[in-house]
């Protein structure tokens, strides 16, 4: 399974490294095989050797050029990374990416052969107006993205369960699982407010293929105990 951390705007350089330090002896003392993946803030990427991918949260669609305040794939070729995030709900609604703009930093970073988490999820109005429309969001949240990408994955997140305690319930996120796997034949991470002690369950549906964790993941210990389950339900 893949059980992702995404830190967003969380933790420095050095804390940042203090935690890769943690992970690694953990992963390595446990001899778990779980594919990890971790998006610490930009400021806090360096070129990271082990067990655990670091990835970044977001990258212009471009090698360099004037963009300020963004970075390109020259930066990240730097570190050697080679994972990345794409529409996240805080990039589209917090920072207003289009479906187009999103939809051409996924070509993009598919042409240079990237991992992407591509992220979809649906606001609360829009799950209250019943599962055909929230279904046909979904879709939209899809359009120019190419879902037979080999190095896709998909990371359902629901708008309203991330960042606030609250989750769909398990018959819900397989629900939706297995509706999104007839159409992406790809793995497909659920994300929304988990946590060290709802992991577990959720990682145990079916067609859940890992995690992405956002601040449950902040403090090593639960993330580890957040692989530990992946590993002993050895799906
Ligand atoms: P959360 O965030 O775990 O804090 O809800 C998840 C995410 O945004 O990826």
């Known amino acids: 399974m893949i059980i992702a951390a995404n830190f967003k705007t969380n933790l420095t350089r050095y804390q940042t490294r203090e935690y890769f330090t ?3 002896r953990f992963i390595h003392d446990n001899g778990l095989s779980q594919e990890v993946l971790v998006f610490p ?6 070129s990271h050797s082990g067990k655990a991918i670091m990835g970044v ?15 390109g794939c020259e930066q990240l070729n730097e570190f050697g990374i080679k994972t990345i995030l ?9 920072l207003g990416e289009t479906q187009e703009f999103i939809a051409a930093k996924y070509e993009f970073y598919k042409n240079l052969g990237y991992k992407i988490i591509y992220c979809i999820g649906e606001p609360l109005h829009v799950r209250e107006s019943g599962e055909e429309k929230m279904l046909e969001y979904l879709r939209a949240q899809l359009v120019g993205i190419d879902t037979a990408y080999e190095n896709l994955v998909i990371a359902y997140e629901p708008v309203w369960a991330i960042g606030t305690g609250l989750t769909p319930t398990l018959e819900e996120i ?3 699982h297995t509706i999104l796997s007839l159409t992406c034949k790809t793995k497909i991470l659920y994300g929304g ?3 060290a002690d709802n992991a577990k369950e959720i990682l145990a549906l079916e067609n859940v293929d890992g995690i992405l964790v956002g601040s449950g993941a902040l403090k090593v210990n639960d993330f580890c105990s957040m692989i530990s389950d992946a590993q002993k339900l050895n799906k």
Not at 41 to 46: D, F, I, N, Q, V
């Open 41 to 46: 803030a930009m400021s806090s990427l360096y």
């Open 86 to 94: 794409i529409g996240h709900s805080e990039r589209r609604h917090v």
């Open 22 to 24: 943690a992970l690694e």
């Open 57 to 71: 949260q977001n990258a212009y669609p471009a090698v360099n050029g004037a963009f300020t305040g963004e970075i």
């Open 174 to 176: 397989e629900k939706l």
């Open 193 to 195: 407010s988990v946590k």
